[in-house]
């Protein structure tokens, strides 16, 4: 099994920063992926970033240019840098990691909440 444990989340007004962090562990095969999704209250699950092979990063529109994912391949954690976050940034942030035999895991989600 593969473990996911994200921190980082807490309370930061509009305009601040954060960072997230994601450790995996346990039995990891090859990674072909780790990323962050996120859910607001009364909303679907959306993607926030993803990062492939730890060189190819992909962002939904709403966070380039705000946010930044990066990851330490020998640590197996991936990080997301939020800056300039906005009210509308308040969700609980889920970590996840796809295997390239298409295994995907997910963390339990850390919450974010941005006062205005």
């Known amino acids: 099994q593969v473990q996911l444990v994200e921190s980082g989340g807490g309370f930061v007004q509009a305009g601040g920063s954060l960072r997230l962090s994601c450790a995996a562990s346990g039995r990891i095969s090859s990674i072909y992926s780790m990323g962050w999704y996120r859910q607001a209250a009364g909303k679907q699950r959306e993607l926030v970033a993803t990062?492939?092979?730890?060189?190819?990063?992909y962002y939904a529109d709403s966070m380039k240019g705000r946010f930044t994912i990066s990851n330490d391949s020998a640590k197996n954690t991936v990080y997301l840098q939020m800056n300039s976050v906005k009210p509308e940034d308040t969700a609980v942030y889920y970590c996840?990691?796809?295997?390239?035999?298409?295994?995907?895991?997910w963390g339990k989600g850390t919450l974010v909440t941005v006062s205005s």
């Open positions: 996840t990691l796809t295997t390239h035999t298409g295994d995907q895991y």
């Open positions: 990062i492939r092979s730890g060189i190819s990063t």
